[in-house]
């Protein structure tokens, strides 16, 4: 058996089996010597030993050798076999892992990138959005997804956007009001450095828009001309000043400098809006010759004259030097005007003031103080006797020259005057005296046949005893009621609709008939009766006022006219509200006229007074516009809400283009002014249809009718109410 097991298995090169009793049989070349049970490694055999078991007995042990080389052999190939398959297993794993990272490397990057793009977008987005800002296009509104940093910057973003769409929307809303507007706006910083301006200051002064951003607002003032703007205080009060173009052109201009808080952390700008008054200045100007100056013979009228009268005075008082004062009047004026007409009268006029001025030495003032009423200051002549025998000289060969024959129309017109002479300061000290005495002085050269010339002596004063007696026949008049008040309506130029009317005081003396204010007023002003007139005035159309209204309602706006003397008493306020307290009368309801004389005599006293009057509740007027030396710049401090065009300049208004400007610069003014004008003195409806076309507010005339009593105004406001006035056909 072991033979056969011998060569069933290779590499078995010998076997053994030993019974328990120590018997040995062997098969092949097993070495000699005792083994261990189990395995033996030797250098070329591998022994392995096991007990043979037989139920359950070991019955002995069986032991084989086996060669190694030929294991070995087959482990070594088996060993390189295993080496190559590990080689290519680790091969594989090598190129798993190395596949594996490029694919995972590969994936991250696209991740990466995904969300890199992604957020550079979001960036680009913003730097976009940025850029759009700056060129004020705000788009929509960025979306904003996340709530990441870059979210949380958009929406910071649309946050700013909205905020700076609002600004820029106000900002343009701002800036096309700034260039719609006609006023010239310049806004400085508080040190008066300019910051921006408005298409109207380049109009107005030549210059780009850019072009004066950054000098001081001082660089468009004419300096020799005008105060410094950048140090005046911002008021928001109208002012002037003269403004300089870019071409070196004066501009005057009215302006307004108001201060605002432009950041409001407490910065400043100034803000100045200029108006070009140019225009107004030439009509102003116009008006206040047409106001000084005789129309007809081209010689100051009566104010003029007694302005510059009055600075001869000053003049040579200063001086102490004498002045002569001629004055003269045409003897049967009225005869020549009624023979050769109206036209020769005028030109006789006008020869008069040529002859005079040609025949009179040099510095001599010429006026026209009346109709054919004329007057001639001569400096430093005096009473001395040199003086005296040149006065008189001087006198005859005045009146010689007036006393040519001239022609008009072909007719040979003879002319003579009478001349009285005073002198100042020996017949008297002021304008006043000096006039009356001189006059005292014509009125006894007339009295002697005329052609003649007189001087003063005191004992002429018999027409100032006249004159007293008018005063104190006006004391009575008034005691005795003979007073009465008239009321002239005026009416609304656009409806033709009565709006109120113009109290006017009229003196009825039993054997003269009605005398106009014109004549006793100036002899009223003399005394305090002016103030007592003015007072009755005031109660008499407070009662009608009253017996109106229980008729009509609403009567209108009455005016009262004020003189310069009611408005310096010391009461006046408490007087004039206590006659409106006693009638209840709301002093809305009334008006109270003030001559532009009046109202400049004391501006200061004035405009406190005048405010007062407006805190009452009364309307305003200036009266006689036009005819006074104050500017209109002056005008605006007084709380006025009506301005009177004088009847001097509607009476030429459709014929004369000059008084046109000067009308319709009036209106102008007025509706800048935010003031109603009325147009005082309208006679036919020429004028009434121009002063429409002017957009004149309100009128009142001799065309509808003289002005009328109580009575008459009250039909005709009930006439309108029944719609049965006769005059609006006028105003179609
Ligand atoms: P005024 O206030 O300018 O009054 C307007 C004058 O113009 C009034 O003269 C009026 O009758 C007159 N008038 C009105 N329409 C025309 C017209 O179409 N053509 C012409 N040529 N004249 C017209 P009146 O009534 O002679 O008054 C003269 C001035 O006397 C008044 O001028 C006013 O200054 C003064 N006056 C009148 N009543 C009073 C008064 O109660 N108190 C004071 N202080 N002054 C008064
Ligand atoms: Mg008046
Ligand atoms: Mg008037």
């Known amino acids: 058996a072991l033979i056969q097991s011998m060569s069933t298995l290779p590499g078995l090169i010998g076997l053994r089996y030993t019974n328990s009793a120590g018997d040995e049989w062997s098969s092949g070349s097993y070495p000699q010597g005792e083994y261990t049970r189990g395995t033996t490694w030797l250098d070329e055999q591998l022994l392995m030993t096991y007990p043979v078991i037989r139920e359950e007995q070991e019955i002995g042990q069986l032991s084989g050798a086996f060669a190694l080389a030929a294991f070995r052999a087959d482990l070594a190939d088996f060993t390189e076999e295993l080496q190559t398959k590990e080689n290519e297993s680790r091969r594989v794993s090598y190129l798993w892992i190395g596949g594996g990272t490029i694919a995972v490397l590969l994936l991250c990057g696209a991740v990466i990138w995904l969300l890199v793009f992604e957020q550079t977008k979001r960036i680009r987005q913003l730097k976009a959005q940025a850029e759009r800002f700056r060129n004020a296009d705000f788009g929509e509104a960025l979306p904003v997804r996340r709530g990441d940093e870059l979210g949380e910057l958009a929406a910071v973003f649309n946050d700013m956007r909205d905020k700076l769409r609002t600004t820029t929307h106000s900002r343009d809303y701002v800036d096309s009001i700034l260039s719609g507007m006609n006023e010239a706006i310049i806004v400085s910083d508080e040190e008066g450095k300019i910051l921006r301006i408005n298409t109207a200051t380049t109009h107005l002064l030549g210059y780009e828009e850019g072009e004066l951003e950054g000098t001081s607002i001082d660089f468009v003032i004419d300096t020799k001309k005008s105060p410094s703007l950048a140090s005046d205080s911002p008021s928001g009060l109208p002012r002037e000043a003269i403004f300089q173009s870019k071409y070196g052109e004066s501009i005057p201009v009215s302006y307004t400098c108001s201060i605002i808080d432009s950041d409001g952390v407490g910065t400043s700008s100034r803000i100045y809006a200029a108006q070009n008054i140019t225009e107004r200045r030439r009509a102003e100007k116009r008006i206040r010759y047409l106001a000084r100056i005789d129309a007809l013979t081209k010689i100051p009228n009566r104010m003029q004259f007694q302005h510059l009268l009055q600075r001869g005075i000053a003049r040579a008082r200063r001086a102490s030097q004498p002045l002569c004062l001629f004055y003269i009047d045409i003897d049967h004026f009225k005869e020549i005007n009624d023979t050769f007409g109206h036209l020769a009268g005028d030109t006789t006029l006008e020869t008069v003031a040529d002859r005079l001025s040609t025949a009179l030495p040099d510095h001599s003032v010429i006026g026209r103080l009346a109709g054919d009423e004329f007057a001639v200051i001569i400096h430093g002549l005096g009473p001395d006797k040199d003086g005296l025998q040149q006065t008189s000289l001087l006198a005859q060969k005045l009146l010689n020259r007036l006393a040519d024959p001239f022609f008009v129309q072909g007719h040979e017109v003879f002319m003579t005057a009478s001349m009285g002479v005073a002198y100042y300061p020996k017949d008297a000290p002021n304008v006043i005296d000096l006039i009356r005495n001189a006059d005292a002085a014509l009125y006894s050269a007339k009295k002697s046949g005329g052609n003649v010339f007189a001087f003063y002596t005191p004992a002429m004063n018999e027409a100032s005893v006249e004159r007293l007696m008018t005063k104190s026949r006006l004391k009575r008049a008034f005691e005795r009621d003979e007073l009465l008040v008239h009321y002239q309506p005026k009416y609304n130029l656009e409806t033709g609709e009565v709006f109120g009317a113009e109290a006017l005081v009229r003196w009825e003396l039993p054997d003269r008939g009605l005398i106009l204010p014109s004549d006793f007023i100036p002899l009223a002003e003399e005394t305090s009766l002016i103030i007592e007139i003015g007072e009755w005035v005031l109660d008499k159309v407070c009662e009608d006022f009253r017996v109106w209204q229980r008729s009509v309602g609403s009567p209108g706006r009455v005016s009262v006219n004020l003189s310069l003397k009611q408005l310096r008493q010391l009461n006046f306020i408490s007087r004039i509200s206590s006659i409106l307290r006693s009638h209840e009368i709301s002093p809305t309801s009334l008006e109270l006229e003030i001559t532009e004389t009046t109202l400049m005599e004391n501006p200061e006293r004035t405009i406190k007074l005048l405010d007062q009057l407006y805190g009452l509740g009364l309307h305003l007027a200036i009266d006689d516009f036009g005819t006074g030396y104050s500017s209109l710049s002056a005008l605006q401090q007084f709380p ?57 507010t309100y009128v009142q005339g001799l065309l509808f009718g003289d002005p009328m009593s109580a009575d008459n105004y009250l039909e005709l406001l009930l006439a309108q109410a029944e719609g049965t006035d006769t005059h609006r056909a006028l105003f179609a």
Request: glycine share 8%.
């Open 640 to 696: 006025i809400s009506t301005l009177k065009i004088d009847k001097s300049f509607v009476r030429h208004v459709v014929t004369s283009p000059d008084d046109a400007t000067i009308v319709d610069t009036i209106v102008q003014m007025g509706r800048n002014l935010n003031m109603d004008v009325v147009a005082e003195g309208v006679e036919d409806e020429g004028q009434l249809n121009f002063l429409q076309k002017l957009g004149c």
